[in-house]
């Protein structure tokens, strides 16, 4: 293992508000993690270089003026502009303003953390102007307020915090790189529909029967807009309804399986396993010791 080297100079306000975080065996195993998480009002001497940490960073500027140094570029960070870097490559940012930095940031990790970070690389620039900026300072500090009261259910809900932070990152990226196309009404019904009978048996021709269109077009249109296959959003929304009802319920697995739209336990239990690495039964178990 490569070792960590790390430089900084705290120089922050005295109520700036920087928590470690300690997560558990289930979390780490399963999903998006907190490893440290803050708010820092940086003053003029404030700096932090570091390499070889197994960590990912997202630092979004409130006020002020930061620079970052990052795989052999340097950048300026003004408000409303955040960054995503990988932790393992050398990095190093400070306040680059005599008016200071005022900073909100988390850094994460997880099973599926670096997957992210590789298509955000491939398809975004270093530096994003977030569409949304208070909405997505607001994450950060739902992130730092649920860090700070600690429940059964932070871990989880943090997961979904980080989740929304990183799908805002790449569909704000996205929009400086290319036009935004609009999903057509026909398909955002088609989506309304399926978020609503997800569980039901809808194949894709009785969608281009009920939506009067072309089930090739509609295939093919539906995965431009949407991602993935009609199949794959259905399936998708099986399993996170599965989730929750593994985690807050007491219903056998084969009840879940039913419940979610899917009759045979054997192929329920396959498709989960594929999309979440886990059976059903460890995944429950695993947030049961979070109780």
Same mark, same amino acid.
């Given at each position: 293992?490569?070792?960590? =080297?790390?430089?900084?100079?705290?120089?922050? #306000?005295?109520?700036?508000?920087? @928590?470690? #975080?300690?997560?558990?065996?289930?979390?780490?195993?399963?999903?998006?993690?907190?490893?440290?998480?803050?708010?820092?009002?940086? +003053?003029?001497?404030?700096?932090?270089?570091?390499?070889?940490?197994?960590?990912?960073? @997202?630092?979004?500027?409130?006020?002020?003026?930061?620079?970052?140094?990052?795989?052999?570029?340097?950048?300026?960070?003004?408000?409303?502009?955040?960054?995503?870097?990988?932790? $393992?490559?050398?990095? &190093?940012?400070?306040?680059?303003?005599?008016?200071?930095?005022? /900073?909100?940031?988390?850094?994460?990790?997880? #099973?599926?953390? +670096?997957?992210?970070? *590789?298509?955000?690389?491939?398809?975004?620039?270093? @530096?994003?102007?977030?569409?949304?900026?208070?909405?997505? *300072?607001?994450?950060?500090?739902?992130? =730092?307020?649920?860090? /700070?009261?600690?429940?059964?259910?932070?871990?989880?809900?943090?997961?979904?915090?980080?989740?929304?932070?990183?799908?805002?990152?790449?569909?704000? #990226?996205?929009?400086?790189?290319?036009?935004?196309?609009? $999903?057509?009404?026909?398909?955002?019904?088609?989506? *309304?529909?399926?978020?609503?009978?997800?569980?039901?048996?809808?194949?894709?021709?009785?969608?281009?029967?009920?939506?009067?269109?072309?089930?090739?077009?509609?295939?093919?249109?539906?995965?431009?807009?949407?991602?993935?296959?009609?199949?794959?959003?259905? =399936? +998708?929304?099986?399993?996170?309804?599965?989730?929750?009802? &593994?985690?807050?319920?007491?219903?056998?697995?084969?009840?879940?399986?039913?419940?979610?739209?899917?009759?045979?336990?054997?192929?329920?239990?396959?498709?989960?396993?594929? +999309?979440?690495?886990? /059976?059903?039964?460890?995944?429950?178990?695993?947030?049961?010791?979070?109780?």
């Amino acid at each position: 293992m490569r070792r960590l =080297i790390e430089k900084y100079n705290c120089d922050i #306000a005295k109520d700036s508000v920087w @928590i470690h #975080a300690s997560p558990s065996p289930a979390a780490k195993s399963t999903f998006f993690y907190v490893q440290e998480t803050g708010s820092f009002k940086c +003053r003029s001497k404030y700096f932090t270089e570091r390499e070889n940490q197994n960590s990912f960073f @997202i630092s979004y500027t409130l006020s002020g003026q930061g620079m970052l140094e990052y795989q052999g570029k340097t950048f300026t960070v003004s408000p409303g502009q955040a960054f995503f870097i990988d932790c $393992m490559d050398h990095h &190093l940012y400070k306040t680059d303003s005599g008016q200071g930095w005022d /900073t909100c940031w988390v850094h994460f990790n997880g #099973a599926n953390a +670096r997957n992210y970070y *590789a298509l955000f690389k491939k398809n975004c620039p270093t @530096i994003v102007n977030v569409k949304d900026g208070p909405a997505f *300072a607001k994450t950060i500090f739902d992130i =730092i307020e649920r860090q /700070t009261r600690f429940t059964a259910e932070t871990e989880l809900l943090c997961s979904s915090l980080i989740m929304s932070l990183l799908t805002d990152l790449l569909r704000s #990226a996205s929009s400086q790189l290319v036009p935004i196309t609009t $999903m057509p009404a026909y398909l955002q019904r088609v989506v *309304a529909y399926l978020d609503k009978h997800f569980a039901e048996s809808v194949s894709l021709d009785d969608l281009a029967a009920m939506f009067s269109v072309s089930k090739y077009h509609l295939a093919r249109r539906f995965k431009q807009h949407v991602g993935i296959s009609v199949h794959e959003y259905q =399936i +998708r929304l099986r399993i996170n309804l599965a989730k929750a009802l &593994l985690t807050s319920s007491a219903l056998p697995i084969s009840d879940i399986a039913r419940t979610v739209g899917i009759d045979h336990v054997s192929h329920f239990i396959s498709l989960f396993k594929t +999309r979440v690495n886990d /059976t059903p039964l460890s995944y429950r178990k695993k947030w049961q010791h979070l109780d």
